[in-house]
């Protein structure tokens, strides 16, 4: 069983073995979490997410998979990029959009299993430009990492202020 554990703080600054990125579809950087593990990991994360375009998705990376890269100068091995879906209030889309968001934490995994990764920080995917209610992401991301079972001693979920570490530790209580 996966450890589950909280931190309040900046994803960019984890030493761990995987560093999950919500990234969009192009890979290429952008805001928030994803500029920022851009940033401070440096051009060779840029130049790794370069290639997969120029290789094995030209047409960028689906929604619920994920993809991993060097860390750059993150003090991490490998950064895992991970498209999380955008938020719909429409019951019915909510209800397909939520297996999704649910794939971006399994894949996620998967794929730092196949690494070799033992532990993995993850952002609080969708819940910022792409606007998922923060309960709802906490619940689908526990729930997930909980049931998966691999050979992944730690996920960290890494909150940014302490209204997201608050909804993430009362959903961990449950």
């Excluded at 689906?62 to 999380?84: K, N, Q, S, Y």
């Excluded at 001693?153 to 209580?173: H, I, N, P």
């Amino acid at each position: 069983m996966v450890a589950v554990t909280l931190v309040l703080g900046d994803i960019t600054e984890q030493q761990v073995d995987a560093v999950v990125n919500a990234a969009n579809s192009e890979l290429l950087g952008g805001g928030g979490v994803d500029g920022a593990i851009h940033r401070r990991g440096g051009p060779a994360i840029l130049a790794e997410c370069r290639r997969l375009r120029d290789t094995e998705y030209p047409r960028g990376l689906p929604t619920g998979a994920a993809v991993a890269t060097t860390a750059g100068e993150l003090p991490a091995r490998w950064v895992i990029h991970t498209v999380g879906p955008v938020w719909s209030a429409r019951g019915d889309r909510a209800a397909q959009l939520a297996p999704l968001l649910a794939s971006c934490y399994s894949e996620s995994l998967r794929v730092a299993a196949g690494l070799g990764a033992r532990t993995v920080a993850f952002p609080a995917v969708s819940t910022g430009v792409y606007r998922w209610p923060m309960d709802d992401a906490a619940r689908i991301a526990i729930e997930t990492v909980r049931e998966y079972s691999a050979d992944i001693d730690e996920a960290r979920f890494v909150l940014f202020d302490s209204a997201a570490y608050d909804v993430f530790a009362e959903r961990l209580a449950r």
